[in-house]
């Protein structure tokens, strides 16, 4: 079999995650990714010292966030794992972050994408890694 062939059939035998409900989940991660990458890289660039924890927290949700857009365009049984665990630890990070800027809002001097469960962004925080892992789970090979 010569390569290209091979890796065509690679491509086809690939788990698509971007169809249905996916497809909206990539289309919100994508925002997401752009509104925190947006946010932080400003954040950190012009006031890094009013509130270091916050906008190291949002720069660490960007990275998750683009990474999960990745693996769902990518798409295959290795990615929609590394976005199932992705998702388990963004929502895991917006439930400890969510309850911390609620509990203790004097160690955050500035919010988080994650602050108050997401508060900020409509609650999608929140909400996004829940319906990920729902989605991801359904989406697994039969």
């Keep these: 079999m010569s390569e290209p062939v091979a890796e065509e059939e690679r491509s086809h035998a690939r788990t698509r995650l971007v169809k249905g409900p996916g497809l909206l989940l990539v289309w919100l991660y994508g925002v997401m990714s752009v509104g925190a990458v947006s946010r932080s890289a400003y954040q950190i660039a012009t006031e890094y010292d009013r509130a270091p924890l916050a906008y190291t927290l949002s720069a660490v949700a960007a990275v998750v966030y683009a990474f999960i857009t990745y693996t769902l365009v990518r798409g295959g049984e290795t990615a929609r ?34 602050s108050a469960f997401g508060r900020g962004y409509l609650f999608i925080p929140v909400l996004l890694p829940a319906t990920g892992l729902l989605w991801l789970r359904k989406a697994r090979r039969g």
């Design 81 to 114: 794992r590394a976005a199932l665990v992705c998702c388990a630890a963004e929502l895991a990070g917006v439930l400890v972050v969510g309850t911390w800027t609620v509990i203790e809002p004097s160690a955050f001097p500035d919010a988080t994408v994650w």
